[in-house]
C-alpha cells in the first residue's frame, strides 16, 4: 500500500490539485455542474489523446512535433469521407482514419530510424508535410460528422435501469477516453513491445546490447503516437461537428502536460495516468481564468510559467538523485 502510495505519488498530488481547480470554479462560477464537466471533459478530450500520443514518444527516448499535424489531417478525413456516408460506414470510416494516423505516425518513426537523423528535426519537417496534407484534403473548415458518432461523446452517461441523477456527473467522453487508453495502452504497457519502449528511453545501448530491436520499437512507438493523434483529430470533429484544417495548439499543450504529468524529457520514465490528469488541469486553469475574465495571453503566459517550473524542479530532483 505505501510503496503504491509511493510510486503514484506524483499522480496522486495532481489529483489533489485537480479537484482544487474544480472546487475554485465551483466558487467562481456558482452554476458549474454537469454541464460544465460535459464541456470541460470534451475540451480536454483532444488534449488528452494528444498528449498520451506525446507521452509514448517521449518514454521512447524521443518527440513528435507533427502530432497536431497529424490530428488535423485525421479530423478532416473523417469530416469529409462522413458526408453521405450511412451509419455503418462511419465505423469503417473511423477505423480508417485510425489506421492512416498510425500509418503517419510509422512513417515518422521510419524516416527517423533510417535517416538517423533526430526526432525533434524530422518530425519538425513533417509538421509541415501533414499541415499541407489537412489542406490538399480539406482548405477550409468544412465536411460533416454522423450523428450516431458525435452521440458517443456529447452528453452524460445513461445505463439502463440505472436513474439518470447517479451518472449525469458522468461525461462520455471523459469514459471514451479512459476506454480508449485501457483498451490500447494498459495491455501494451505489460507487453514486450513496452518494456521496450520503457529500454530504449532509457539507454538505447544497453537496450541494444539486450536484444530489443531498437529500430522497429522506435516505430512503433510513433505509430502510437499516431493512432491517439487520429483519435483527438477524430474527437475534434466529432465534438464540433466539422473538421478543420489547421492545426490548434495542441503541440505545445502536450509537451505541457506531459512534463506536469511526471515523464521525463529524457525518456524511459513516467506513465500515462499523470500526463492525463495534468491536461485536466491545465484546461480546468484556463477554465477559471477565463470566468475571471483574464486576458488569455496572460493565460497563456501562466501554463508557459507553470511548464518552466515543473521543468526545473524536475531537473533539480534528477540532479540531488546523482548525488
Known amino acids: 500500500m505505501i510503496r503504491s502510495l509511493g510510486r503514484h505519488g506524483w499522480a496522486i498530488g495532481l489529483m489533489a490539485i485537480f479537484i482544487i481547480l474544480l472546487i475554485a470554479t465551483r466558487v467562481?462560477?456558482?452554476?458549474?455542474?454537469?454541464?460544465?464537466?460535459?464541456?470541460?471533459?470534451?475540451?480536454?478530450?483532444?488534449?488528452?489523446?494528444?498528449?498520451?500520443?506525446?507521452?509514448?514518444?517521449?518514454?521512447?527516448?524521443g518527440i513528435d512535433l507533427s502530432i497536431a499535424s497529424i490530428m488535423s489531417v485525421a479530423g478532416v478525413t473523417a469530416a469529409v469521407l462522413m458526408q453521405g456516408a450511412g451509419d455503418v460506414q462511419a465505423g469503417f470510416i473511423v477505423l480508417a482514419v485510425l489506421g492512416v494516423g498510425a500509418g503517419m505516425g510509422a512513417i515518422n518513426g521510419t524516416l527517423i530510424v533510417l535517416t538517423r537523423v533526430p526526432d525533434i528535426v524530422v518530425t519538425l519537417a513533417m509538421l509541415f508535410v501533414w499541415e499541407g496534407a489537412a489542406l490538399l484534403i480539406l482548405n477550409a473548415p468544412g465536411g460533416t460528422a454522423t450523428p450516431w458518432l458525435r452521440d458517443v461523446i456529447v452528453g452524460a452517461v445513461t445505463l439502463p435501469g440505472v436513474p439518470s441523477q447517479f451518472t449525469a456527473w458522468l461525461p462520455k467522453?471523459?469514459?471514451?477516453?479512459?476506454?480508449?487508453?485501457?483498451?490500447?495502452?494498459?495491455?501494451?504497457?505489460?507487453?514486450r513491445l513496452g518494456l521496450s519502449i520503457y529500454a530504449i528511453g532509457s539507454d538505447q545501448n544497453a537496450a541494444f546490447r539486450s536484444g530489443v530491436p531498437v529500430g522497429l520499437t522506435r516505430i512503433a512507438a510513433y505509430a502510437l503516437a499516431g493512432l491517439f493523434a487520429a483519435l483527438g483529430g477524430l474527437s475534434i470533429t466529432l465534438s464540433t461537428g466539422i473538421g478543420e484544417p489547421i492545426p490548434g495548439p495542441y503541440l505545445l499543450a502536450s509537451v505541457a502536460a506531459v512534463v506536469l504529468g511526471g515523464v521525463a524529457l529524457t525518456g524511459g520514465i513516467g506513465g500515462i495516468l499523470g500526463p492525463i490528469i495534468a491536461v485536466f488541469i491545465l484546461r480546468t486553469l484556463r477554465l477559471d481564468l477565463t470566468l475571471l475574465s483574464v486576458d488569455p495571453n496572460v493565460t497563456t503566459i501562466v501554463e508557459g510559467a507553470i511548464m518552466v517550473a515543473v521543468v526545473m524542479a524536475g531537473g533539480l530532483l534528477a540532479m540531488r538523485g546523482r548525488h
Open 28 to 61: 467562481i462560477q456558482p452554476n458549474f455542474g454537469v454541464t460544465g464537466l460535459d464541456s470541460l471533459s470534451r475540451a480536454a478530450l483532444p488534449f488528452a489523446f494528444a498528449t498520451v500520443g506525446m507521452a509514448i514518444v517521449v518514454i521512447a527516448g
Open 173 to 191: 467522453s471523459f469514459v471514451v477516453l479512459l476506454a480508449c487508453v485501457a483498451i490500447i495502452w494498459l495491455p501494451l504497457r505489460r507487453s
